[in-house]
T-cell receptor, first 114, second 111 residues
Framework: NAGVTQTPKFQVLKTGQSMTLQCAQD?????MYWYRQDPGMGLRLIYY???????DKGEVPNGYNVSRLNKREFSLRLESAAPSQTSVYFC?????????????FGPGTRLTVL | SQQGEEDPQALSIQEGENATMNCSYK?????LQWYRQNSGRGLVHLIL?????REKHSGRLRVTLDTSKKSSSLLITASRAADTASYFC???????????FGTGTRLTVIP
């Protein structure tokens, strides 16, 4: 099992460019999450999907959109990147619709917006 | 923000010593979890303690939870250089649908 995979690992964008971060899990989990991690801020939830076909906003959703393509895949899109979106992005998944189960994290995508 | 607060922000100890880090939170919770993050990697789940539990052990890890003080502690006994990492607490808060992560404690274990 690969667990949670993310692509790409690194990306540099110019202000205003768009991109999609891809995430896939092979653990048959219902719930998937996108976080960003900034120095001194811990992890902050951007969007989550409690089950296939549903998505909900987290703490910091502005500037992002998500798609739960199927049970395995959950993508994060930046339509018009801004320097404030420079961060490390993590995708995670968990087994049930509630987050009380442990979350499994991908290796992260390090994004720099110039 | 509903993030927890870890204390200390950074901790440096000698191999073989015990390491204790603390987490405080603000609301009622269903459970509290601890995660570890090695530099440049994703987080890895270590242990979960439910709101009706006071102490839990897993190998060299011991977690306590005091819901009256809204605080938890993680103790790593007989530390090893490989324990060098950042440690985060995360709370599953009543009525919420996601975890809230603290800002982390950076642990350095010196060989």
């Amino acid at each position: 099992n690969a667990g949670v995979t993310q692509t790409p690992k690194f990306q540099v964008l110019k202000t205003g460019q768009s991109m999609t971060l891809q995430c896939a899990q092979d653990m048959n989990h219902n719930s998937m999450y996108w976080y960003r991690q900034d120095p001194g801020m811990g992890l902050r939830l951007i969007y989550y999907s409690a089950s296939e076909g549903t998505t909900d906003k987290g703490e910091v959703p502005n500037g992002y959109n998500v798609s739960r393509l199927n049970k395995r895949e959950f993508s994060l899109r930046l339509e018009s990147a801004a320097p404030s979106q420079t961060s490390v992005y993590f995708c995670a998944s968990s087994g049930s619709g509630r987050s009380y189960n442990e979350q499994f994290f991908g290796p992260g995508t390090r994004l720099t917006v110039l | 923000s509903q993030q927890g607060e870890e204390d200390p922000q950074a901790l440096s100890i000698q191999e073989g010593e015990n390491a204790t880090m603390n987490c405080s939170y603000k609301t009622s919770i269903n459970n509290l979890q601890w995660y570890r993050q090695n530099s440049g990697r994703g987080l890895v789940h270590l242990i979960l303690i439910r709101s009706n539990e006071r102490e839990k052990h897993s190998g060299r890890l011991r977690v306590t939870l005091d819901t009256s003080k809204k605080s938890s502690s993680l103790l790593i006994t007989a530390s090893r250089a490989a324990d060098t990492a950042s440690y985060f607490c995360a709370t599953d808060e009543t009525g919420a649908n996601n975890l809230f992560f603290g800002t982390g404690t950076r642990l350095t274990v010196i060989p």
